[in-house]
Structure formats: C-alpha cells, structure tokens
C-alpha cells in the first residue's frame, strides 16, 4: 500500500503555497504515518483538509464538478493571484514501504479562463531511477500538456527528466501539430477529449498502465471523514456494507457486515468500546418490518435496548471511529478534521492511540492525518509528526513541522506533552 511522502498545494483557498513533508526537489523528512496539524481558527486547516478530498474529487468526477461541489473554480481559487497562475497539486508517494521502492511524484495545474469552465493544464507522473543520488531529477513516466502528451507503457522508467523541459515541451508540440504521431515498443501517444478530466483517470484502467494504475487505486482508498451524528441516526435500507460512508450514513449496514463477516474483529470493537463508555455491553442490528436498520445499544441494567436516535453524539462518533478503524481493508489514508468533538476529554489521548495502532501495529503503510485544536488529543503525537499552521501578514497561510522548533522539541524531549505546550503556546514555527 502506498503512503505519502510529501505534499505541496499551491493556489488554493488560503493555502497559496505550502509543503508538507519531502519532495523530490526538497529537502525535509518524509512525512510520518501519523500527522496532526495545528493551528489557530482561519489559518487554513479546513482547507488543508478540503485539498485531499478535492485532490480525489478531481480523480472520481472531473475538475469541473470538483470545484463546482465547492462553489466553483473563482471560489477556491486563492484571493488576489492571476489566474494565470493556475492551481497545482503535488503528491509524493512511495507505492510500498520498501525501502529500494524511489518515490513517486504526481502533479497537475488547473486553470480557467475567464469565460470557460476549468480544465486540467498539465499532469505529470516521474520517478526516480533505481540506484540514483540525492541530487538526480526523476524520470518522467507521463507527460500531458492541455489534453495531449506523452505516456511510457509498462513498469519501465521513463526517458524525459526535469531538465529537459524544452525536450517535453517540443514533444508535446508535434504531437499536438500533428508531425509526431507515431507510437513505439515503450511510448504511446494520448490525445484527451475533455481536458477537464484528469489523464489518470483514463490511463489507469488499462493493463499497460501498470504503475498508473497504482496510483489510481491509492487515491481512491483515501477517506475522508465528514461524519455527522444525525446521518449516523438515519434508518438506512437492510443490507451489508463493507465500508463506511464518509457521513456515516451507512453505520448501521457496515455494522451488520461486520457481524456476518468479521464477527472477531466486531467483537474486538465492542470491548474496546465497553471499555471508554461504561454500560455499553452489546450492538446489534434489527430490520424493521417496511426494510429498514436499526441500530441497537445494550446498556447495562437494561432489558430494552436503545436505538441509535437515542444515544450521545459523542458514543456515536466513537464508535464509528472503532468501527472505521478495524476494516477488514484499511483506507491507504483517513483523514478526519477536528475529531475531538463531542468526545469526553479523557478519550481523546486514547483515541489518539488507537489511530497509531492503524497506522503502524494494525497496517503496513496506513497514514492518519487529522487537524485539532485540543490539547489531550494533541498529547498522542510527537513533534515528528505534528504540523502548525499560521496566518502571514498577507492573509495567506505558511506551515511548519514542530520539531523544527528547537525550544518546543527541546521541552518534548524532556517529557512535557505536546498538549500543554500548545496550549502555553510554546508550538510555533517562528
């Protein structure tokens, strides 16, 4: 399974240009399995948050209805830059934690015209060749420009390196007049339709496309939690459900899945459950006459159960967080924002612990990135592996890793919690 290196995000929404992690051209650590980002309100955490399911939107449904789910391409395009400029994404991966394995770097730039709709301006996916140095520019493996380009076939590494731009550009050129067309034994030529579809979306269904349709599968693993208690409520139609919706709308389908079909690992959630809330002994399902789900607490000292409109927001959003955590086919990522609320403050560090048991005891390369405010949630993580995020005097956001702040690494190592010192505001990245 694939995990993420480093990420950049450049134009969108506050985030005018920030880097998380290591790319192939930087020279920080990769980023960790576990990730939280701080930050005080309107820094831009929910826009980070918002640029991994945007990222995956655009794989799924095309740029266009991507930006427009969020209001349209203006919208989340950040304030007072030329649009000319374009939006572009960066995603740094390693397809499996072998170490021999060179990462992976994926790009696109989205832009628009004042008087069309949003298209996919360039894509591109390069790696380095096995056995290169710190300093060696990967091979590109898929170059398209506006629709048009270049793909290598098969696992064979690519031919065209970042320095030699003008070689693609030109490339690119004839294709697009028309004077090269032919394909070879290792290249094959790719002329979209729609440009406001991204070319991985296309190339990485075909068998010839192997490392492309890699990444393809990797990004459509990731989840994003949108979780909200009342969809959670909702009496579904019976019928399992291997996996969980990003409302939680499906709760109880997935519950009834796991009961048929992982009932030790179903099990194992019920105790770990019984054990952060007192009086929960047992969660069932029941079908209701016209077809729907019910979902069921046993409570101690109760004959009767109670029904999920009946129980707290936060037993609900923690046991869906369990239950989200023992799929039997762990998400490559899971991001969830601000999964504090509604939670007692004692279950915060233990939750915090349960996501580093998915993403290192439970799974290979699993990564959880989560964005908090709370101090106890915060006291699960190292400086390693949280990130800040401030507001600059332009309005834009910058971001830092907090072990780069020798004093605030300096008080951890000596064996104060993150929590406190975020809450003493010790965590900066000035």
């Known amino acids: 399974m694939a995990q993420i290196e480093g990420l950049r995000i450049q134009n969108y929404k506050a985030l005018k240009d920030i880097t998380l992690g290591k790319l192939w051209n930087t ?30 939107d655009c794989l799924k449904m095309g740029v266009e209805e991507a930006c427009d789910n969020r209001g349209g391409f203006e919208t989340i395009y950040s304030k007072g830059v030329d649009l000319a400029e374009g939006m572009t994404f960066t995603v740094s991966y390693r397809e499996s934690s072998d170490a021999d394995d060179s990462p992976i770097t994926y790009e696109f730039a ?12 360039s894509e591109r996916l ?56 032919e394909e070879t034994n290792e290249t094959e030529v790719v002329r979209l339709e729609d440009n406001r579809h991204l070319a991985v979306t296309t190339l990485g269904s075909l068998k010839q496309h192997p490392r492309i349709t890699e990444f393809r599968k990797f990004i459509e693993s990731w989840y994003l939690s949108y979780f909200t208690p009342d969809s959670a ?31 030790n690992q179903f099990k194992k959630v019920l105790s770990r459950i019984s054990a952060k809330i007192p009086g929960i002994e047992k969660i069932d399902t029941r079908v209701t006459p016209d077809g729907r789900l019910l979902l069921e607490f046993y409570a101690e000292g109760f004959a ?29 990522l899971v991001c969830i924002e601000e999964p504090e609320n509604g939670l007692y403050p004692q279950l915060l560090e233990e939750l915090g612990q349960e996501f580093r048991n998915y993403a290192s005891a439970r799974t290979a390369d699993s990564q959880v990135f989560i964005t908090t405010h709370q101090p106890f949630l915060l006291n699960a993580f190292n400086t390693d592996e949280v990130w800040i995020l401030e507001k600059q005097p332009d309005g834009f956001a910058r971001i830092s890793r907090a072990s780069n702040n020798e004093l605030a690494r300096q008080m951890a190592d000596a064996g104060l919690p993150l929590g406190e010192l975020w809450y003493s505001d010790y965590l900066s990245g000035k």
């Not at 409520?233 to 459900?241: D, E, I, K, N």
């Not at 291997?242 to 709308?249: I, T, V, Y």
């Not at 927001?313 to 369990?322: A, N, P, Q």
């Open 126 to 181: 390069r790696q380095k060749r096995k056995g290169s140095t710190e300093g060696d520019c990967p091979q590109s493996f898929m170059i398209i420009n506006n629709g048009t380009g270049v793909v290598w076939k098969g696992g064979s590494e690519g031919r065209l390196n970042n320095e030699d731009e003008g070689s693609v550009l030109n490339l690119i050129n004839q294709i697009e007049a028309g004077q090269k067309t």
């Open 27 to 56: 020279q920080d650590r990769p980023l960790t399995r576990l990730t939280a980002v701080i930050g005080h309100n309107g820094t831009g955490k929910s826009s980070l948050f918002d640029a991994f399911g945007f990222i995956a």
């Open 304 to 332: 009767e159960p109670f029904f999920a409109q009946q129980m707290s927001d936060g037993t609900l959003k923690y046991f869906t967080y369990l239950l989200l955590l023992e799929d039997p086919e762990p998400h490559s």
């Open 233 to 263: 409520r909702s009496l579904p139609a019976t019928g399992c459900q291997k996996h969980l919706d990003s409302h939680g709308g499906n709760l109880a389908n997935v519950v009834q899945y796991m009961q048929r079909e992982h009932g």
């Open 110 to 121: 989205i832009k628009a015209a004042a008087d069309r709709w949003p298209y996919v301006a």
